[in-house]
């Protein structure tokens, strides 16, 4: 009842920009908290950014000054715009929500691969 939808991964040279999007659809009642994780190959799911519905955010130390996360309410989306990208953000990006539809649960995108490589 809940679908997330991440887009705007690549390639990208050391030093280049990205930036992702996570749009969420279904019977939403509201949106509670949007998160970015990432999973790089062989370690464990880590959370990147965090935002409240009341704007607040928090980032992982390895991305403060490099990373912004925003939200669009009225179109349920979240953002994650990357600069000064490293070879070590390089990991498949996944979006989650906390979302109250017909129950509060939480839901997750089919993540969106960035690989940072010159």
């Known amino acids: 009842q809940v679908q997330l939808v991440e887009s705007g991964g690549g390639l990208v040279q050391p030093g280049g920009s990205l930036r992702l999007s996570c749009v969420a659809s279904g019977r939403i009642v509201s949106i509670n908290v949007m998160k970015w994780y990432r999973q790089a190959p062989g370690k464990e799911r880590e959370l990147v950014a965090s935002i409240v519905s009341g704007g607040n955010t928090k980032y992982a130390d390895s991305v403060k000054g490099r990373f912004t996360i925003s939200s669009d309410n009225p179109k349920n989306a979240v953002y994650l715009q990357m600069n000064s990208l490293k070879p070590e953000d390089t990991a498949v990006y996944y979006c989650?929500?906390?979302?109250?539809?017909?129950?509060?649960?939480?839901?997750w995108g089919q993540g969106t691969q960035v690989t940072v490589s010159s």
């Open positions: 989650n929500a906390d979302i109250t539809a017909s129950y509060r649960g939480s839901w």
